[in-house]
């Protein structure tokens, strides 16, 4: 199958949620073990994200849009996470438009939930710009709530990544043994890399410039993390918390996340 991932924002006017954790980092850190294990189980998949650091929405949303039916893709995936207000809702739900698109609404709802997250199902909606035009099935996932403090500590990249595989492809590409093995199959110069170098700074609480106004860190609040930024794809996150554990990770542009502890 031909699949397009689009990771729903990150450029220009098109910026994701804020919660306890960034709507934007997440999607890039389950999105790119969504598009790897595509990769492994034989698909092709586009990145239909913008490389475009300053874009309008309008603009945004048409390019991905328009990427996804020049490449005439199977399916549309438009990833994203939640939010509403804070600790006030939790849960997953797929957006989908046509019957087709409710088929993998529901298997990709299913399979979320049984990692602990509420099930809120799948949602038909015939104003969603994404879903509208694209000339194939579509669908935009909101696996959980980055601003809902339990959704937050049920969150696990690898897990959501597979559960919204095997939702796609009936397929567990990530299974616990195998995880180690198979990513390491995957070569870091396949990955998507089209995110465009992005220096401005976000105006998120939590988000403290350095001096100089070049790079910035961000305190995730109630999580005993701490991101230092060089910009907004390359980062650095710090973390230690009685239920997050302890955690280095390094996040990159073009060569995606690595987790050292
Ligand atoms: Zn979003």
Redesign the pocket.
Known sequence: MKIAIDF??GTGEDR??EGYLN?EKA?REYGELVIDGLKLLGHTVINVTPATANLSLGQSLAYRVNAANNYKTDLFISL????FRKDKARGCEVEYISDAGKGYADKICTEISKLGFVNRGSQKRTNLYVLKYTSMIAILV?PFFCDNREDCNLYSPKKLANAIIKGITGVDVYTEEENVTRNEKVEEGKRSNVLAIDHSIPNSPGVHAFPGGFGYFQIIPNSGRIDIHLDRYNYLTIQDDEKEGNRVIITTRTKGSKSLF
Do not use: F, L
């Open positions: 729903g924002h994701g949620a709507e999607i994203h996470v939640n939010a909101e």
